[in-house]
């Protein structure tokens, strides 16, 4: 089997000091200034090679730049990666040329390889040259600002010294700051008739603390080229032999540039080794025992790009091994050698971020269409007040949200089933028949969920006659107004959200934790052996497991209610329902994840129970009202209106397609009436939580007395930033969903139905064949796997009979994985990974690329053996 490659990092060497040469636009002068900085480099650092790399270049050879560099600044090494004979930008000259057009991976990969190659040839400098402006395409058709992100070099940017210049040098220094590059200084042509550099020089000191420096503009080009060439002789020669008066003053600006430059460096370096260590001394972590995190296990991030973190790898060296700074002028540096490849390693490696950072990443870290539409709404608004207010990326959002949900139910009521009787079986009468109808913005999902019980709690209160408060002063725990939910859900770290939830390992020490309902056993789903199993039945329902052929008939709901799988469950519930009333218990919502509870170990639940679940529940208002009696208002002729009990959908997690849809509502083939999102709703970019809900919720709140208004809302609620980039974020993915991004597998190939009369009913990104291998490791180690959408779950077996959040079994293949793959001829990576408890779980994002997660495999396959061991293996 072919190794995957590594994926590409940061070029960030100790012994080499790498630079990036950006032009503010086309024919700025790019090329003489790298001349200028090699030419100087190569005088005060002689015993250090100085190298010049131009990865892509157009136009005729011989009169290309690593041409120029090589006749001027003698003694440089010179590299062209990918040369085109057509003098047009390069994405129009590799396809007008003969040769294959190389990705934007391999090209990165080119100049990642060439990079780690000087590190053992001494070298000191490292100046990569770009073509064009900015924004000038790659040879795939990319912009260089965003094709050149993963690298994550510091920026040289030449300024432009013509008529409009300013302009553009400020447009591109503020395109490679959106992108996050570090612009370390800006270089520019002195020019008597315009003077942008007076006013740049100016604009970068005072607003961004960012040098400008100039030298004399060049002479003009003439059409001989032997006087062209004696002309740029001569102006070279005055930095290459400077004597007293201008040309001293010349070379002294190229030198302190240098050293700029190298304390840059230097001082990078130097922030990322403490980091660790100041982090420690200052810094609260969540989820975290800080008295059992040693520093050398605290994650040093110093940039994202995709589905990669770039890490610090790499301890710092001894200071006999750091290579000295820059000298001081006018005594020539005494440099120790430089320390070779083979001792001193990348300092940054690539980490693919295992667990999508807390499940919020989905279309990439600084995804630049998610950083573009922040910025618009940053410029557009800031942040404005929106009690009794609008603006438009709230109502667009809005909108989006409530059209998404509407749309992947009639999906799911086209592609067979009636979606259990909750909204219109026909897709001309969805948009008049659509359960939820309103959208309350907020922080992030715990708070969501906060609303959302409010929400319910008000809803049943209002219809049912209810008090006030928990019980109205009667006992806790035996009336008191609570919730119904499954064992083991977790829906958010705030006080409210937490009593929500069963007790257990997150709320059990927590001072006012009072849970404030019940919770129902449930069956889950894995894949064990090879075969998919549902298992874990409640007691009473006379099965203790039962075998599929595939995950698809698993989540074939429809089919398995009609042969009568489901008849069981709704006996369970029924009779769990009927004791719990009789005991004197009195409920206001049914709050469920849908498909998969997350915090609660990553658990899959059987699809049709939490199907069986809700519409017993709705079947039900007879059971939880107090009189026995069914109030006649709660019944509307669209069926949109609540019945039992609050239906609401915890889609914080599972929502907006990390299983693979937009709603996860859709796989039970049943709606909610209050439905709660976060994580993917931004991209991952910045935090907003949405809490749809339907009208008939909603006018339990409406009164001629304002305190029974939801009186909820926090400073920043609908932010104009959060909700702007929410909109691009969803509008993408169903981009990619109605493309049919999705259709091919880890594998590459297209996916296939494993249940021919079943209509995508489930997918993954994962390869099918990779989990049937890991559910058939022994049972002794694997205990269970699965996977849907971009989320895969392995279970490990616990040797010393740990469950839950405390167990231990997950840790040694999380710590394999971030040991990840090292060689002398790959650029070692690792995945960073969480667990829970005896489970380790894996995200993609909806953008990683098929070969990505074939990389990810390869690595998690490599980590299961070797923890396994060898007398286990099969």
């Given at each position: 089997?072919?190794?995957i490659?590594s994926?590409t990092?940061?070029?960030?060497?100790?012994s080499?000091?790498?630079?990036?040469i950006?032009?503010?636009?086309t024919?700025?002068?790019?090329?003489?200034?790298?001349?200028?900085?090699?030419?100087?480099?190569?005088?005060?650092?002689?015993?250090?090679?100085?190298v010049?790399?131009?990865?892509?270049?157009t136009?005729?050879?011989?009169?290309?730049?690593d041409?120029?560099?090589?006749?001027?600044?003698?003694?440089?090494v010179?590299?062209?990666?990918?040369?085109?004979d057509l003098?047009?930008?390069?994405?129009?000259?590799?396809?007008r040329?003969?040769?294959?057009?190389?990705?934007?991976?391999?090209l990165?990969?080119?100049?990642?390889?060439?990079a780690a190659?000087?590190t053992s040839r001494?070298a000191?400098?490292?100046?990569?040259?770009?073509?064009?402006?900015?924004?000038?395409?790659?040879?795939?058709?990319?912009?260089?600002?965003?094709?050149?992100?993963p690298l994550?070099?510091?920026?040289?940017?030449?300024?432009?010294s013509k008529?409009?210049?300013i302009?553009?040098?400020?447009?591109?220094f503020?395109s490679?700051r959106m992108?996050?590059y570090?612009?370390e200084?800006?270089?520019?042509?002195?020019e008597?008739?315009?003077?942008?550099?007076?006013?740049l020089?100016?604009?970068?000191?005072?607003?961004?603390?960012?040098p400008?420096?100039?030298?004399?503009?060049p002479?003009?080009?003439?059409?001989?080229?032997?006087a062209?060439?004696?002309?740029?002789?001569?102006?070279?020669?005055?930095?290459?032999?400077p004597s007293?008066?201008a040309a001293r003053e010349?070379?002294?600006?190229l030198?302190?540039?240098?050293?700029h430059?190298?304390?840059?460096?230097?001082?990078?370096?130097?922030r990322l080794d403490?980091?660790?260590?100041?982090?420690?001394n200052?810094?609260?972590?969540?989820?975290?025992?800080?008295?059992?995190?040693?520093?050398?296990?605290?994650?040093?991030?110093?940039s994202?790009?995709?589905d990669?973190?770039?890490?610090?790898a790499?301890?710092?060296p001894?200071p006999?091994?750091?290579?000295?700074?820059g000298?001081?002028?006018?005594?020539?540096?005494?440099?120790?050698?430089?320390?070779?490849?083979?001792?001193?390693?990348?300092?940054l490696?690539?980490s693919?971020?295992?667990?999508?950072?807390?499940?919020?990443?989905?279309l990439g870290?600084?995804?630049?269409?998610?950083?573009?539409?922040?910025?618009?709404?940053?410029?557009?608004?800031?942040?404005?007040?929106?009690a009794?207010?609008v603006h438009?990326?709230?109502l667009?959002?809005a909108e989006?949200?409530l059209?998404?949900m509407?749309?992947?139910?009639?999906?799911?009521?086209?592609?067979?089933?009636?979606?259990?009787?909750?909204d219109?079986t026909?897709?001309?009468?969805?948009?008049?028949r659509?359960?939820l109808?309103?959208?309350?913005?907020?922080?992030n999902g715990?708070?969501?969920?906060?609303?959302?019980?409010?929400?319910?709690?008000r809803?049943?209160?209002?219809?049912y006659g209810?008090?006030y408060?928990?019980?109205?002063g009667?006992?806790?725990g035996?009336?008191?107004?609570g919730?119904?939910?499954?064992?083991?859900?977790y829906?958010?770290?705030?006080?409210?959200a937490m009593?929500?939830?069963?007790p257990?390992?997150?709320?059990?020490?927590?001072?006012?934790?009072?849970?404030?309902?019940?919770?129902?056993?449930?069956?889950v789903v894995?894949c064990?052996?090879?075969?998919w199993v549902v298992?874990?039945?409640?007691?009473?329902?006379?099965?203790?497991?039962a075998?599929?052929?595939?995950?698809s008939a698993?989540?074939?709901?429809e089919?398995?209610e009609?042969?009568?799988?489901?008849?069981?469950?709704?006996e369970?519930?029924?009779?769990s329902?009927?004791?719990?009333?009789?005991?004197?218990?009195?409920?206001?919502?049914?709050m469920?994840e849908?498909v998969?509870?997350?915090?609660?170990?990553m658990?899959m639940?059987?699809?049709?129970?939490q199907?069986?679940?809700?519409k017993?529940?709705?079947?039900?208002?007879?059971?939880?009202?107090?009189?026995?009696t069914?109030?006649?208002?709660?019944?509307?002729?669209?069926k949109?209106?609540?019945?039992?009990?609050?239906?609401?959908f915890?889609?914080?997690f599972?929502?907006?397609?990390?299983?693979?849809r937009?709603?996860?509502?859709?796989f039970?083939?049943?709606?909610a009436?209050?439905?709660?999102?976060?994580?993917?709703l931004?991209?991952?970019?910045?935090?907003?939580?949405v809490?749809?809900a339907?009208?008939s919720i909603?006018r339990?709140?409406e009164s001629?007395d304002k305190?029974d208004?939801?009186?909820?809302?926090?400073s920043y609620?609908?932010?104009?930033?959060?909700?702007?980039?929410?909109?691009?974020?969803?509008?993408e993915?169903?981009?990619?969903?109605a493309?049919?991004?999705?259709?091919r597998?880890?594998g590459?190939?297209?996916?296939k139905?494993?249940?021919?009369?079943?209509?995508?009913?489930?997918?993954?990104?994962?390869?099918?064949?990779?989990?049937?291998w890991v559910?058939?490791?022994?049972?002794?180690?694997?205990?269970?796997?699965?996977?849907?959408?971009?989320?895969?779950t392995?279970?490990l077996?616990?040797?010393d009979?740990?469950q839950?959040?405390?167990?231990?079994?997950?840790r040694a293949?999380?710590?394999?994985?971030?040991e990840?793959r090292?060689g002398?001829d790959?650029?070692?990576?690792?995945?960073?990974?969480r667990?829970?408890g005896?489970t380790?779980?894996?995200?993609?994002?909806?953008?990683?690329?098929?070969e990505s997660?074939?990389?990810?495999?390869d690595?998690?396959?490599?980590?299961l053996?070797?923890?396994?061991?060898?007398g286990?293996?099969t």
């Amino acid at each position: 089997m072919l190794r995957i490659p590594s994926p590409t990092g940061s070029l960030l060497w100790r012994s080499l000091r790498t630079y990036q040469i950006y032009g503010a636009n086309t024919d700025v002068g790019k090329t003489i200034f790298t001349t200028l900085l090699c030419k100087t480099a190569r005088r005060h650092w002689r015993n250090e090679e100085t190298v010049f790399l131009k990865p892509v270049s157009t136009g005729a050879a011989e009169d290309a730049d690593d041409r120029h560099i090589h006749r001027f600044a003698p003694g440089t090494v010179t590299k062209t990666l990918f040369q085109y004979d057509l003098a047009v930008s390069p994405h129009l000259a590799a396809r007008r040329s003969n040769h294959a057009i190389p990705s934007d991976d391999a090209l990165l990969a080119e100049i990642s390889r060439f990079a780690a190659g000087q590190t053992s040839r001494d070298a000191g400098w490292l100046f990569v040259e770009t073509a064009g402006g900015v924004h000038s395409p790659s040879p795939s058709g990319s912009t260089q600002a965003d094709l050149y992100m993963p690298l994550r070099l510091p920026v040289v940017l030449v300024g432009d010294s013509k008529l409009g210049g300013i302009s553009q040098t400020i447009s591109a220094f503020e395109s490679l700051r959106m992108r996050g590059y570090d612009v370390e200084t800006v270089l520019l042509f002195r020019e008597t008739q315009y003077q942008n550099h007076v006013y740049l020089a100016e604009y970068f000191r005072e607003r961004h603390g960012i040098p400008v420096r100039t030298l004399p503009a060049p002479p003009k080009s003439v059409d001989d080229p032997r006087a062209d060439a004696l002309l740029m002789e001569r102006y070279y020669s005055s930095s290459r032999e400077p004597s007293l008066g201008a040309a001293r003053e010349e070379e002294d600006v190229l030198h302190s540039i240098l050293l700029h430059l190298d304390a840059r460096h230097q001082s990078r370096l130097a922030r990322l080794d403490s980091m660790a260590t100041a982090a420690s001394n200052k810094i609260w972590y969540p989820f975290t025992q800080q008295r059992h995190l040693p520093t050398s296990q605290i994650l040093v991030i110093d940039s994202a790009r995709g589905d990669y973190f770039q890490t610090l790898a790499s301890p710092s060296p001894s200071p006999s091994d750091s290579p000295a700074a820059g000298p001081s002028p006018p005594q020539p540096p005494q440099l120790p050698p430089t320390i070779s490849s083979a001792t001193a390693p990348p300092v940054l490696q690539p980490s693919f971020d295992g667990s999508a950072s807390w499940w919020t990443q989905g279309l990439g870290h600084a995804n630049p269409s998610l950083t573009l539409a922040a910025s618009y709404a940053a410029g557009r608004y800031g942040h404005v007040m929106f009690a009794e207010a609008v603006h438009e990326p709230a109502l667009a959002l809005a909108e989006a949200l409530l059209d998404g949900m509407a749309a992947s139910a009639a999906c799911r009521s086209s592609s067979g089933g009636s979606g259990g009787g909750d909204d219109a079986t026909d897709n001309n009468t969805t948009r008049r028949r659509r359960r939820l109808s309103r959208v309350f913005f907020s922080d992030n999902g715990s708070t969501g969920v906060e609303v959302a019980v409010k929400m319910a709690l008000r809803a049943a209160r209002v219809r049912y006659g209810y008090g006030y408060g928990y019980g109205e002063g009667e006992a806790e725990g035996e009336r008191g107004l609570g919730v119904l939910g499954l064992q083991g859900s977790y829906h958010g770290d705030t006080i409210g959200a937490m009593d929500c939830s069963p007790p257990g390992v997150f709320n059990e020490k927590v001072e006012w934790y009072r849970g404030r309902g019940f919770w129902l056993g449930y069956p889950v789903v894995e894949c064990r052996g090879g075969r998919w199993v549902v298992s874990g039945f409640p007691e009473g329902t006379a099965r203790e497991e039962a075998e599929y052929p595939s995950l698809s008939a698993v989540f074939d709901v429809e089919a398995r209610e009609a042969r009568g799988e489901g008849r069981a469950y709704e006996e369970f519930i029924r009779r769990s329902l009927e004791e719990l009333v009789a005991r004197g218990r009195r409920f206001g919502a049914l709050m469920i994840e849908p498909v998969v509870l997350g915090a609660g170990g990553m658990l899959m639940v059987d699809p049709l129970f939490q199907r069986t679940l809700v519409k017993v529940v709705r079947q039900s208002a007879a059971l939880f009202s107090r009189n026995g009696t069914i109030d006649p208002s709660a019944v509307d002729e669209d069926k949109t209106a609540w019945t039992g009990l609050p239906v609401i959908f915890d889609e914080v997690f599972t929502g907006l397609y990390r299983l693979g849809r937009f709603s996860a509502a859709s796989f039970l083939g049943v709606d909610a009436d209050i439905s709660v999102h976060a994580k993917l709703l931004t991209g991952g970019l910045v935090p907003l939580s949405v809490t749809l809900a339907s009208e008939s919720i909603f006018r339990s709140f409406e009164s001629d007395d304002k305190s029974d208004a939801l009186l909820h809302g926090h400073s920043y609620t609908a932010h104009p930033i959060g909700c702007q980039v929410a909109l691009e974020s969803i509008r993408e993915m169903q981009r990619m969903e109605a493309r049919g991004d999705w259709a091919r597998d880890a594998g590459g190939a297209k996916k296939k139905q494993d249940v021919p009369s079943v209509r995508d009913l489930v997918w993954s990104v994962w390869s099918p064949d990779f989990v049937l291998w890991v559910s058939q490791l022994p049972a002794s180690f694997v205990g269970g796997v699965w996977a849907l959408g971009s989320v895969l779950t392995i279970r490990l077996a616990s040797v010393d009979g740990s469950q839950g959040y405390k167990g231990s079994a997950a840790r040694a293949v999380r710590d394999a994985l971030l040991e990840g793959r090292t060689g002398v001829d790959e650029p070692q990576w690792n995945v960073h990974s969480r667990v829970l408890g005896n489970t380790l779980y894996l995200m993609a994002g909806q953008k990683t690329t098929p070969e990505s997660v074939r990389r990810v495999q390869d690595l998690l396959r490599g980590a299961l053996l070797r923890v396994q061991g060898p007398g286990q293996q099969t």
